[in-house]
Structures are given as structure tokens and as C-alpha cells.
């Protein structure tokens, strides 16, 4: 079974700086900037769950699967 | 944003106005992914909302929209849904629209039974007016209008809704954001008068209030605090003491859709009209 990755961005231009990704991302993917807004600062962690996407109440974090390598 | 975000909010509104953390984005996101599940054509959807935070909502969603006045959303809602039945009338309001200036509409809805979906903001709290407490504010909580803690007891909106006959009710919350899809669709596609409570937070006049240090603090709250009504029918009583429900708690098909029962009167009142 091949690993699925993730493509993990955060509009900066609307982020509100409210934290919630930062703190239920399960992979701790998300860490905060000198704005506390959000940076993906470990996007190979991503498993796909979503939980920041339904989560963002400002519908900035988008999650796109890019690749399935066949070895893993 | 996304695709659906694209295809059913106004994007040049966007970003909206709710503060950072605000659980009215969230609940906005659940519903937009229930309309696109419910495979509903934008043209035949109206959303209808009072006066609040929540009642904003109705200027992102890109359908037919009307913004009413507080309290009074059910009523237009009702308007248009006998006027165009074809139309799956969403009817958004906040807990002091709903249960403090609207309550005889809710009630007077519920008993009605008429075909449509009610989404209840429930963040116990007025938001847009600076912080005063609610019928659904917890007792000893702060609030502008209750410095040294509130005195009343809390409605339950979802027994309340239950109790004066509206014929599917569910609880949700907006941590429990899927699930929260799951409601609206099941709401949308019940034949009656349908009330989803979404238990939300409002961080800056409630949570600031009432020791919370951030938005995900109350999200956490939520997610420690709602339990799925089948694995609280299991639990001992005392252990659901300080928390809520979540999931579907009451359907009925047993009372007539009031639809039907308004036909009979347009179809009375035509025969009468022929010579
Ligand atoms: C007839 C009338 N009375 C009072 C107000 C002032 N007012 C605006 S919003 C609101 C309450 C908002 O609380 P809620 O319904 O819980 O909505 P939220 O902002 O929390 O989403 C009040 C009292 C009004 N706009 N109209
Ligand atoms: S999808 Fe899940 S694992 Fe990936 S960043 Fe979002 S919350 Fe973290
Ligand atoms: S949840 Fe959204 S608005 Fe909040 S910090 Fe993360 S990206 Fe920014
Ligand atoms: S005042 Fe409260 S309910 Fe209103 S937008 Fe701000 S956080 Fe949300
Ligand atoms: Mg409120």
C-alpha cells in the first residue's frame, strides 16, 4: 500500500489568527508566526483528515492529496 | 477556500465579518457541504434568518436569501414556503432569536409542523449586542447584563422543540462538524418541521467572559460536553450531569405535514368558487 500525501496551504491574506488548526491538528502539522497566524510547517505529517478544513472558521486551510508513491 | 465555498457563498463578501474563532464559520462550512450532499439546485433553496451574528449568515449564501427581523424569521419563512411550496426553506436564527424574542414563533412552528428546517446558533449568549445573557445562558455564568452571574435557569431548546411538536430535532455542535452535516441533510429530507440546536461558541462576549482562554478552549469544551444520545441512554444519570446530548432525538411521521392540510382548505375554497 503506497502512503498518501497531502498538499497543505493556509490563505494568509484571510487567516484570523483564532489558533483552532494549530491546536486540533492530530499530526501538530500547524505552528503560528510572528501574527499567530498559521504556517504548515510540517506538511509531510498530514494524513488527510480534514479536521482543519471543517474546522478553519474562516475556510482558509485547503488539503489536496498529491501524490501515491507505489512502494511507499 | 474550495470549490464548494465557490459555488455557494457570495465570495466577494468574503472574508466574513465574524470575529476570529467564531463557530458561525464553521456552521456555515456544515451547511454548504449539506446542501451540496442534498444535491438541492441553488434556485430552489431560500435562506431566511433574524437578527444576530448568526442571522449574517444570509449574506454569504448565494441562494434566494432574506435577512428579517429579530425574532420574526420563522414567520416570513412560513410566508414563503406556503406561498412556494417547491422552495426547502432553511430558517437560521441565534438562541435569543429563537427562544428569547422569537419563542412563541418557534413554538407556533413547531406545533404547525409546516415543511421546512430550522438551524438554531446556539452559543448561549447575544453576540452582536455586546454579551447579554440568554434564555439558554448556564446559570452562574457572567454576562454584561449579569456581572455577578446569571440567576436563571437554561431552556433546552431541543426538548423545548420537542415538547410543542416540531417532528424531527437533533443536537449538534460545530466541533462535531460532520456530524453536523449529517443532521442538516436528515432535517432537510424529514417532511415536517425539523430543528437542528448547534450547540456553538461566540469567543469574544462569552468565552473571554467565562474563562475561556481561546476559541479552541471552547471547542474542546464541546467536544468534552456532548454525548451521542444512544451512548447516553446507557449512561447512568449523574454522569450526564453538565452535559448535552448530540445526534438525532426525536422523528415523527405520525402528524400531518401542514402542507397537506393547507391544501385542503386552497382546494375547499376553489371548489367553493365554481359556478
Ligand atoms: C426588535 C429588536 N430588539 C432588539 C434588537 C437588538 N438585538 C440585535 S441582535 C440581538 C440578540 C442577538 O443574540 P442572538 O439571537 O443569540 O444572536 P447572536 O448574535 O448570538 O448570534 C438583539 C437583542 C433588535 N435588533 N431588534
Ligand atoms: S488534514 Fe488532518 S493531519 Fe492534515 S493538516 Fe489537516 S488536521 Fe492536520
Ligand atoms: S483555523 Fe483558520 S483562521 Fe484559525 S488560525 Fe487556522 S487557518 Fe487561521
Ligand atoms: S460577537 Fe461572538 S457570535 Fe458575534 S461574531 Fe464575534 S465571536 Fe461570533
Ligand atoms: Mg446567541
Known amino acids: 500500500m503506497g ?70 | 477556500m474550495g470549490e464548494l465555498h465557490e459555488k455557494y457563498l457570495r465570495m466577494n ?94 413554538i407556533h412552528a413547531c406545533r404547525r409542523n409546516l415543511d421546512m428546517t430550522a438551524v438554531i446558533f446556539n452559543n448561549h449568549i447575544y453576540g452582536m449586542t455586546g454579551g447579554q445573557f440568554s434564555p439558554t445562558t448556564f446559570k452562574n455564568k457572567s454576562a454584561t447584563t449579569a456581572p455577578y452571574g446569571t440567576t436563571d435557569p437554561d431552556f433546552d431548546i431541543a426538548q423545548l422543540c420537542i415538547g410543542a411538536g416540531a417532528t424531527y430535532v437533533a443536537r449538534g455542535t460545530s466541533y462535531h462538524a460532520r456530524l453536523l452535516t449529517d443532521l442538516i441533510v436528515k432535517g432537510a429530507e424529514h417532511p415536517g418541521f425539523s430543528v437542528i440546536e448547534v450547540i456553538t461558541h461566540c469567543p469574544v462576549n462569552f468565552g473571554r467572559r467565562n474563562n475561556f482562554e481561546s476559541p479552541a478552549q471552547m471547542l474542546l469544551w464541546q467536544k468534552e460536553h456532548g454525548v451521542a444520545a444512544r451512548k447516553a441512554k446507557a449512561m447512568p444519570l449523574e454522569d450526564m450531569e453538565g452535559k448535552f446530548t448530540i445526534g438525532e432525538l426525536y422523528r415523527s411521521t405520525e402528524i400531518p405535514e401542514y402542507l397537506e392540510e393547507y391544501g385542503r382548505v386552497i382546494q375547499a375554497a376553489n371548489e367553493e368558487k365554481q359556478p
Open chain 1, 3 to 72: 502512503k498518501k500525501r497531502f498538499n497543505v496551504t493556509v490563505d494568509r491574506t484571510i487567516c484570523k489568527a483564532c489558533g483552532i488548526c494549530v491546536a486540533f491538528c492530530p499530526m501538530s502539522v500547524f505552528t503560528t508566526d510572528h501574527d499567530d497566524k498559521a504556517v504548515v510547517s510540517a506538511p509531510e505529517r498530514c494524513t488527510g483528515c480534514r479536521q482543519c478544513e471543517l474546522l478553519c472558521p474562516d475556510f482558509c486551510i485547503t488539503v489536496v492529496q498529491v501524490e501515491e508513491t507505489a512502494d511507499g
Open chain 2, 13 to 106: 463578501k468574503m472574508p466574513h465579518i465574524w470575529c476570529a474563532g467564531c463557530g458561525n464559520g464553521i456552521i456555515m462550512g456544515a451547511f454548504i457541504t449539506a446542501i451540496d450532499r442534498l444535491g438541492y439546485d441553488k434556485d430552489e433553496v431560500a435562506a431566511v434568518s433574524g437578527i444576530g451574528c448568526s442571522g449574517r449568515i444570509t449574506g454569504y449564501l448565494d441562494f434566494n436569501t432574506i435577512h428579517t427581523t429579530h425574532g420574526r424569521a420563522l414567520a416570513f419563512a412560513t410566508g414563503i414556503k406556503l406561498t412556494k411550496p417547491r422552495l426547502k426553506v432553511f430558517v437560521f436564527m441565534g438562541d435569543g432569536d429563537a427562544v428569547a424574542i422569537g419563542g412563541n414563533h418557534l
